[in-house]
């Protein structure tokens, strides 16, 4: 009894310890690459004072950036840069890339990627018409099909596109599914072993190699993209789940927003999955890069962003759309948890005059986040930024409309999450025909919403204004 009770004794000690040093090896992690000041400082003080709980913390949701994404980024040296590289300075896309936009220009040159120009873009309004144009692209696919979601749940839709893909398989199509580890967590395993016994490639996109990396879950590619042929191309708001559809058990609609492009675009769009599926499985995928035809005149730039990138480009895409804005500045998003730099340009849009709407959902699906959103309406509020909640079902769009000369359409949301963390997928246009009809959708959706003022806050209970504040403190995690 004495020799176990020694034991226990020595493990008591022994584990504390081993936290405490461990702890002080992750101060050393973050001072040499923490992001903010603010940021750093919390995170030294957690993981000295509080290592038992800190250490397990940090290991979750400690970095901000997957280094060796990262590292890769900046080298420029491997497969999927010369790629990338080769694919710029094809002479057969010379005369689709254009600078003669300045609207969007500058957002090119965020992530290096050309204006194109030379597509027909069809903006597809909720879940229905979105796997309707979807499946009908798959059906037609003669070479090779990229699909790529953040989130893929058993149902009904799920076993469509597991039936379209095999059938696209025995016809002779390539064909590469890449879903998230994390966003696909609850998808049955016979249904990924379905799709590889059928001869699809299945990759599953994880957070990095490394022991630490294992632990993370920040690091989530988010992106719900499709690409036929290389010249058809799908991104927005969806992913593969019935609820995405008919709003499931919880919502009795569900409101989101895709669009399809058929044009030159795609190409930048199968190079961001390209990029993703070598990042996954460490290989690109064998599929051809010959430039499709033009099928229009709408110029449109694909703006991937993530953690890897050597600035954080998602926070200057919206930072410079906001900017741009002079009359109008409408964005529609499911989560708004925005960093200090999207507040600021929200509020100086406003002061300068520009009619500036948010709207969220009315009824949530994370209810912490949408308590931290609720804090955010007193500080653009005093500016002059108007608020709304969406009160028909859930809405999940990821949407934005600057005057009468630029949308955007795709996986970003107004987060720490999004603007920070996740690997996101934005297309971005100009052609007036095209903006017109976000416009009036935006306008419709606007129409099915309610004002959120200070008031309507103030009148809640104590608990309710003491949830939106706890809620705000977890604001960089959310």
């Known amino acids: 009894m004495p020799a176990v009770q020694l034991v226990i004794e020595y493990w008591m000690l022994l584990i504390p310890l081993a936290l405490h040093i461990t702890g002080i090896l992750f101060i050393f992690d973050v001072i040499m690459n923490g992001r903010t000041s603010q940021g750093t400082i919390a995170w030294v003080m957690a993981l000295f004072f509080f290592p038992y709980l800190a250490v397990f913390l940090y290991l979750v949701f400690g970095a901000r950036r997957i280094q060796r994404h990262a590292v890769a980024h900046q080298s420029g040296s491997t497969a999927i840069h010369h790629l990338g590289?080769?694919?710029?300075?094809?002479?057969?896309?010379?005369?689709?890339?254009?600078?003669?936009?300045?609207?969007i220009d500058v957002l090119s040159d965020i992530y290096q990627l050309p204006v194109m120009v030379g597509n027909r873009c069809t903006l597809l309004i909720n879940g229905e018409a979105t796997f309707d144009s979807i499946l009908e692209g798959i059906r037609s696919a003669r070479r090779h099909v990229l699909i790529q979601f953040f989130i893929v749940r058993d149902g009904d839709l799920a076993d469509r596109i597991k039936s379209a893909l095999?059938?696209?398989?025995?016809?002779g199509v390539q064909v590469y599914f890449l879903l998230d580890q994390i966003g696909s967590v609850g998808l049955s395993r016979s249904y990924t072993d379905a799709l590889r016994a059928a001869?699809?490639?299945?990759?599953?996109?994880?957070?990095?190699g490394g022991m630490l990396n294992r632990f993370r879950i920040n690091f989530r590619n988010h992106r719900k993209l499709v690409v036929v042929d290389g010249a058809m191309s799908w991104v927005g708001g969806h992913n593969i789940g019935d609820e995405y559809l008919d709003g499931g058990r919880r919502f009795d609609h569900w409101r989101d927003t895709h669009v399809k492009m058929e044009g030159p675009v795609t190409l930048a769009v199968q190079l961001c999955f390209a990029e993703d599926w070598h990042w996954a499985c460490g290989k690109l995928p064998e599929i051809p890069w010959d430039p499709p035809p033009c099928t229009g005149g709408e110029a449109v730039l694909c703006i991937p962003t993530g953690p890897g990138d050597l600035v954080?480009?998602?926070?200057?895409?919206?930072?410079q759309a906001i900017n741009l804005a002079k009359h109008r500045c409408w964005i529609l998003t499911p989560y708004f948890v925005p960093d200090v730099a999207v507040i600021k340009a929200l509020q100086l849009a406003a002061m300068r005059g520009v009619d500036v709407r948010i709207l969220i959902p009315g009824n949530p699906d994370k209810r912490v986040v949408w308590w931290a959103a609720h804090t955010y309406l007193f500080e653009v509020a005093v500016a002059g930024v108007r608020m709304f909640t969406y009160r028909k079902g859930y809405m999940h769009q990821k949407v934005f409309l600057v005057d009468d000369t630029l949308a955007g359409v795709g996986t970003v949301n107004l987060d720490n999450r999004s603007l920070r963390i996740n690997f996101e997928i934005t297309m971005a246009f100009t052609d007036p025909d095209?903006?017109?009809?976000?416009?009036?959708?935006?306008?419709?959706?606007?129409?099915?919403?309610?004002?959120?003022?200070?008031?309507?806050?103030?009148?809640?209970?104590m608990a309710f204004r003491l949830a939106i504040r706890t809620a705000r403190l977890f604001s960089p995690i959310l």
């Open 85 to 103: 590289r080769d694919l710029r300075m094809d002479q057969r896309l010379g005369c689709l890339m254009v600078r003669d936009t300045p609207i």
């Open 166 to 171: 095999i059938d696209r398989v025995k016809a």
């Open 199 to 208: 001869g699809v490639n299945v990759g599953i996109f994880r957070m990095g």
């Open 312 to 319: 954080e480009s998602c926070s200057l895409m919206m930072v």
């Open 434 to 461: 095209f903006i017109r009809k976000v416009e009036k959708m935006c306008r419709d959706d606007f129409a099915a919403s309610d004002p959120l003022t200070t008031d309507d806050v103030y009148r809640r209970s």
